[in-house]
């Protein structure tokens, strides 16, 4: 069910726009989708108690013991290889979410989970293409989000105090 959903949305996105779109300085919501990540993610090794390691090449379901890989290839139409074929992390993000949800399909105690890739499948949606650079996530024509101290910071825009 939630794999399948999965599939269906990276299919329906118009391709023809990725990398291609430019945002406003005026469309906060849009910003914060890099840091909505980042606060995902550190919420994540928060809970599950597994040490931070750089949230770009960080596989969730592999985390949780989910071992089978997914390939894009397999599962999505043919012009999203083409369109991502030098665009290693969204491809690699997309994978993820698709992994994620298989394993919500089959556990569905992770299901809370599932929005962690959430914003970067906005991002793409949307047209954005972003990367890892000098140490942080650029998503072109957005921003930078910086990886020094990223894990402690939004824990404590939390309130959490990291143990």
Known sequence: MYFEEAVKRI??????????TVCSKEDLEIHRLGS????NMALFFYEQHIPHRNPLYTNIAELLGYKEKVDI???????IED???NC??????????????????????YEKYLN???????LIELGFNFGH????????????????????G??????????
């Open 116 to 122: 962690i890739y959430e914003p970067m499948i906005c």
């Open 154 to 163: 939004f824990l404590e825009l939390m309130g959490i105090k990291d143990v």
């Open 133 to 152: 650079r000098e140490g942080g996530l650029m998503v072109y024509e957005v921003g930078y989000y910086p990886f020094y101290n990223w894990y402690k």
């Open 83 to 85: 369109v991502l074929e």
């Open 73 to 79: 290839k397999e599962y999505c139409n043919p012009i």
């Open 11 to 20: 299919n329906k996105i118009d391709w023809k726009l990725f990398d291609k």
């Open 88 to 109: 290693f992390v969204p491809k690699y993000m997309i994978e993820c979410h698709l992994q994620m949800a298989k394993l919500v399909d089959m556990e569905p105690k």
């Open 36 to 39: 909505r990540y980042l606060k």
